[in-house]
Structure formats: structure tokens, C-alpha cells
């Protein structure tokens, strides 16, 4: 049974990482090149990107490592755009939902080392949130049309507003910088001997944080 939140932050000693993201989003096709950007921009304004794709063990129970991977993080990004039925019978999907539930328990239950979680949510359109969970009407709640750039711009106007990141300009020129990363990671993938259908998380996690350093150097 996954331990609550409050049980691991006591046993570790330490409160969340404020440099830490949990990233709640859609993992498949259709969405990969909109988690990209999130892990762009997280990486390029001086964050660190975690989710539930960072650890690959068939022996690791899903839920227990997404409540410790919001334990371990201040900070949390929730895409809700594709909370939508799939499949036969038509269901909806809420693994996204559970997920905010979570961080946003959390932060309401999870005593000093959690009261201090900040997140942001998007959704696809305005308002399309209250058909499926009202609970969060009064929340500050952002929709990107499933445009990128939006998405880019929102998020990194936000990070901005973090303490401990890095002030790497606004939206627009992050969005830039995002398409021409976009352009050159073939060739990125070739140098490595890797095919785009292959990059797992860490491989992107690992590219993007070299790249980042080849545009902006650490001093």
C-alpha cells in the first residue's frame, strides 16, 4: 500500500524541493510534442522536470511512486485538456485528475512541508473544466487551445513568477528557441545513434539539458 505523503516527507526529513516540478500530463503521440515543450521550458528556466515516466520498474507500484514523486516537489504542472472518453466502452480518463487531486491534497492535508505546493492547471478551453470537475471553480485555471505556443508561453510566464529559476526572457522567445530545438533533434538523436521513436524521458531529459548549456553556457 502506497504511504501517505506526509508519512514520506517524515521519513526523508525534508520538505519539498523547491526546485522540483511534478508534471501531470498526457504521455502518449498525440500530446508528445506539447510535453516536449513543458520539459523545455521547465529545464530552460532553471527547474528540475519529474514525473511518473522518470523510473522504468515493473516492480515499482505507479501510485506509490507518483505520491512520492509530489512529495518530493513544490511545484506542480497539470494538463487536464484530454480528460475526454476513449476506448470500447467509451470511458473517460482521470489518471490526470487523480493526479491534481493529489498534489492539491497534498498541499490542503500535507502539514508545513507541503502547505507551501504551488501549481498550475490548463485545460483545452475555457471553462470545459466545470463539465467534468467542478470542484476546482475559483481556481486559476489556463487553457491553450492545444497550441504549443500558448502552452509555452503561459507556463514559462509562470515559471518566471517562481522563486529559484532562471529570468531566460518571455514566451515568444522561448517558443523560438523551442522550434529550433524541434528542428535540430534529429540530428541531435543521429549524433547519438538513437531514433526519434525511441527517446525515452531520461534521453530527453539529457538532450535538452545539454542544449540548453550550448545556448546559455553556466557562467
Not at 541531435?188 to 545513434?193: E, F, G, L, M, V
Request: charged share 25%; aromatic share 10%.
Amino acid at each position: 500500500m502506497a504511504k501517505s505523503l506526509t508519512a514520506q516527507t517524515r521519513k526523508s526529513g525534508t520538505s519539498a524541493d523547491p526546485s522540483g516540478v511534478f508534471v501531470n500530463c498526457p504521455f502518449d503521440d498525440a500530446y508528445r510534442s506539447n510535453f516536449y515543450a513543458i520539459v523545455y521550458v521547465v529545464i530552460r528556466s532553471g527547474f528540475r522536470m519529474r514525473c511518473a515516466l522518470e523510473t522504468d520498474d515493473a516492480g515499482d507500484n505507479r501510485f506509490a511512486k507518483i505520491c512520492s514523486i509530489i512529495a518530493e516537489c513544490k511545484l506542480g504542472i497539470h494538463d487536464i485538456s484530454r480528460t475526454e472518453v476513449d476506448g470500447d466502452p467509451p470511458l473517460p480518463r482521470f489518471n490526470m485528475p487523480l493526479e491534481l487531486g493529489l498534489f492539491l491534497g497534498a498541499k490542503k492535508f500535507g502539514g508545513k512541508a507541503h502547505a507551501g505546493k504551488i501549481c498550475i492547471i490548463f485545460d483545452r478551453e475555457p471553462y470545459r473544466f466545470q463539465k467534468f470537475i467542478s470542484d476546482i471553480a475559483g481556481q486559476d485555471i489556463h487553457h491553450h487551445g492545444g497550441d504549443e505556443h500558448v502552452l509555452i508561453r503561459e507556463l514559462s510566464t509562470w515559471l518566471r513568477a517562481q522563486p529559484g529559476g532562471k529570468k531566460v526572457g518571455g514566451g515568444a522567445k522561448l517558443s523560438q528557441e523551442y522550434a529550433d530545438f524541434r528542428k535540430k533533434l534529429p540530428k541531435i538523436c543521429a549524433i547519438r545513434h538513437i531514433e526519434m521513436t525511441e527517446l525515452s524521458f531520461s534521453d530527453m531529459i539529457d538532450i535538452i539539458a545539454e542544449y540548453v548549456l550550448t545556448i546559455s553556457p553556466d557562467p
